[in-house]
């Protein structure tokens, strides 16, 4: 047997493992917006569309979401929370419900499993490029999981106001 085959081997089923905790994460996050926020009224909302990281200001007239060089004003913390998520992965626009509420009650279930995505991608112990690689791929196929539950739902023209 070669001197550290073992470790080799168990860090690559532990790679496997983690691709496939991430892909399931990638798609609970997918479903979550299908079925939770598509479900009920929306709007859409612009973003860059390139990955970064989105900061949350607080103004004197609430919050609003540093995205690159645009800032998106935001009408409570929950909104800014949820829109900073998808900012993050680089959507290039995403529903968000009108429904404060609704916001407030799926953003722990989005907010934990992007959480979850990164901490299985560090467990992976990759230099700092292929961190960032992998990261960039994984994205990728959360946008691609996005627009594909967009699509199943039906471009339907967001509801407006009452």
Not at 17 to 33: F, P, V, W
Not at 50 to 70: H, S
Not at 75 to 88: G, H, N, V
Not at 114 to 138: A, V, Y
């Amino acid at each position: 047997m070669i001197p550290g085959a073992k470790c080799r081997r168990s860090g690559q089923e532990t790679q496997v493992k983690n691709q496939t905790a991430i892909q399931e994460e990638i798609e609970k996050l997918g479903r979550t917006y299908g079925e939770e926020v598509l479900s009920g009224r929306t709007r859409v909302v612009s973003l860059p569309g390139r990955k970064c990281e989105p900061r949350i200001l607080n103004t004197f007239l609430g919050f609003e979401l540093q995205v690159a060089q645009k800032r998106i004003t935001c009408p409570d913390m929950s909104t800014a929370r949820y829109l900073k998520i998808f900012a993050e992965i680089g959507m290039p626009s995403v529903r968000a419900p009108y429904d404060p509420s609704l916001t407030s009650g799926v953003l722990p279930q989005l907010e934990q499993s992007l959480r979850k995505i990164k901490d299985l991608l560090l467990e992976e112990n990759l230099n700092r490029k292929q961190h960032q690689s992998k990261l960039r791929n994984i994205y990728r196929n959360i946008r691609k999981n996005l627009k594909m539950v967009e699509e199943e739902v039906g471009d339907r023209p967001p509801e407006a106001c009452p």
